[in-house]
Every structure is written in structure tokens, then in C-alpha cells.
């Protein structure tokens, strides 16, 4: 049994062989390898693509997946150990993973943080709970990475660059109106290096660094693929003959939990928005992002509606990759 919780648990290896499954069943979408597999979908947190992807990747390979949301329409779940259930939650997740475990052949989980203590979330205790109890493959459907969204990114990475090994990758920062989870910029950091681009992180300052336990990881995987990571406040040096950009939001970190705070440092930093001069300065390269997207906010409508955004394309590949992904998990398990 394995558990897809974070990239860094597989190698380049194994995720391309994903990705080249992932390209096949675009080309052949459905088929009944999984028939009469069932798949239980965690959500604690609100979906679009992901529940979306997931429920319809499941039923074109003949399998069933039962969305549950704790707290709305399933108990409240508790996650630490330990403690004397007295609040909200009415389960625990020992019990909830050891049901789920008997009912069917995986279990996804969205779990974002609480955005009250980064020193705890950035442990990723959740879902690292639900692994421990399960005794069917977990998947991590997003808490501080997103894996599904890596894959993703790179299958269109490679569907419209090729080879992405030492390919410019800008990782841009983008103003929001909320200090975002980081989930996905960790994300895009770790695919990126992992496959041996020259990764570019554009931050408006030093306080939009991400945490350096993913920092450090992009680190040693450029140095070990041949690729390359740097960060840079320089909008136009960072832009520069680019081939892929890539956009998020997420939040300064050193004033996780007071979004007041933050939104003061945030204020200034309205024209890191991805516009078309700003492509310009690329080697015609193509754009992202993971959507939702605030249009005008994060990218201008120029951007959004030219024929180098590949956001939907990226968006598509998400129902790819996780059929690919529950194949691998479900099928030879």
C-alpha cells in the first residue's frame, strides 16, 4: 500500500510514469479497470476541480466515489491525539479512517490550514493523521501542498514546452485582496525543480518567502535533476526570457494568522499582477495558474484570453492525472 501525500515520497521516475499514463487516458478516457472499487472524498474544505476531477475520473474507470464534507453533511472529525473530545467534532479520525478502510479502496483528503499557528500547520498533521490510520491508499487533495496540482502543472509544462529540463520556470507572486494558503506555490516549486527547470521565485519582498522546509527540498532536487532555484524581487529580470509563468497568491508568512498585519504589507504590491508587457519580456512563454483566479486582480483579461494561457489545459489535466493516479494507487493495491 502507498499513500500519495507529497511529491517529495516519489521520484521523478515514478510521477513522469503517471504523467505518461495520464497522457493515455486523455486519449482513451474511459475504461473499467476499476470497476466495483469505491473511493471515499474527505472534503473539509470548498472544491471545484478536485471534486469534480475526482468524481468523474472515478466513474469513467467504473469506480463509485462517495463525497463526504465533516461538519455539514458528516460528523465533525477530530485529528489530535489525545485530547478529550468536548467540542464540535463528534469522531475521531482513528475511527473514521478505520470505517472508511472497510468501505473502500482509497480516501482522499482537502484539508487547508487553520491559519492560526504556522509552526503547527506547517507540519501537516491532518492528513499525516489519516495516513496513519488508514489502511487504504490517502490521498492529498490539498492541506500545504497540492500534489494533484503538480501533476497537473507538468503534464502541461510538458504538453507545450517538451522536455522541461532547463527550461526558465517563474514562480510569480500576485496580489490578492486575502493572505492565500501556500499550498500550491509550494507545489509548483517542488514539481519545477523536481524535473529540472530553472526556477525563478518572484516575490514582492523577503516576507513572501515560502517555508524553508520547501525551499531547502527545491534546493537539493534542482541540484540533483540539474536545474537550478533563485529568488528575486526584480519583476522585469524575473520575466525575462521566461518560458513558463506560472501566478499565485498566498500569504507572507511571518504574519500568518494576523491578516490586519498582513494586509499592510500586502497593500503596495498591486502591480506584480501578470499583464501582457509583462509577457512580452518572456521567450514567448506560456502562462498559468491553478484557478480560481480573480481576473484583473491576478492576471489582466489580456492575459487570460490570449493563446499562451494554458490555465484551462492545466485545469483539464487535473481529471487526467488523478485517473492516472487512482489507477496506480487502486488498481495495484
Avoid at 507545450?160 to 516549486?189: C, E
Wanted: hydrophobic residues 45%; negative net charge.
Amino acid at each position: 500500500m502507498r499513500h500519495f501525500l507529497t511529491t517529495l515520497d516519489w521520484s521523478r521516475e515514478e510521477l513522469q510514469s503517471l504523467l505518461d499514463s495520464a497522457d493515455r487516458l486523455r486519449r482513451e478516457p474511459v475504461n473499467q479497470r476499476l470497476a466495483g472499487k469505491t473511493l471515499a472524498l474527505l472534503f473539509l474544505n470548498p472544491s471545484l476541480r478536485t471534486r469534480s476531477s475526482f468524481e468523474i475520473g472515478a466513474f469513467h474507470l467504473g469506480a463509485h466515489a462517495v463525497v463526504l464534507e465533516p461538519g455539514k453533511a458528516a460528523w465533525g472529525i477530530e485529528f489530535e491525539p489525545g485530547v478529550v473530545m468536548d467540542g464540535d467534532a463528534e469522531e475521531h479520525i482513528a475511527e473514521v479512517a478505520g470505517v472508511l478502510s472497510r468501505y473502500c479502496d482509497a480516501i482522499g483528503l482537502r484539508a487547508f490550514p487553520l491559519f492560526k499557528d504556522w509552526s503547527v500547520d506547517r507540519q501537516d498533521r491532518v492528513i499525516k493523521a489519516l495516513a496513519a490510520h488508514a489502511s487504504v491508499p490517502v490521498i492529498n487533495m490539498e492541506t500545504i501542498v497540492h500534489p494533484c496540482q503538480e501533476l497537473a502543472l507538468m503534464r502541461a509544462v510538458q504538453d507545450h514546452l517538451g522536455q522541461p529540463d532547463g527550461r526558465k520556470f517563474v514562480l510569480t507572486w500576485t496580489f490578492h485582496p486575502r493572505p492565500l494558503n501556500t499550498a500550491v506555490a509550494n507545489s509548483a516549486l517542488l514539481i519545477a525543480t523536481k524535473f529540472g527547470m530553472d526556477v525563478t521565485m518572484l516575490i514582492p519582498e523577503e516576507a513572501y518567502r515560502l517555508d524553508e522546509q520547501f525551499m531547502e527540498a527545491g534546493e537539493r532536487q534542482a541540484k540533483r535533476s540539474g536545474g537550478s532555484l533563485k529568488v528575486s524581487t526584480n519583476i522585469e529580470e524575473a520575466y525575462s526570457g521566461a518560458d513558463f509563468v506560472y501566478a499565485k497568491s498566498w500569504g507572507a508568512l511571518p504574519y500568518y494568522g494576523r491578516p490586519e498585519e498582513e494586509a499592510a504589507v500586502r497593500a503596495p504590491y498591486r502591480h506584480f499582477m501578470v499583464d501582457g508587457a509583462k509577457m512580452a519580456l518572456t521567450n514567448n512563454a506560456r502562462f498559468s495558474h491553478c484557478l480560481p483566479l480573480r481576473r484583473n486582480i491576478k492576471a489582466t483579461d489580456e492575459v487570460m484570453d490570449a493563446d499562451y494561457c494554458v490555465a484551462l489545459d492545466e485545469a483539464e489535466n487535473r481529471l487526467h492525472v488523478q485517473k492516472a493516479l487512482m489507477l496506480k494507487l487502486m488498481d495495484e493495491s
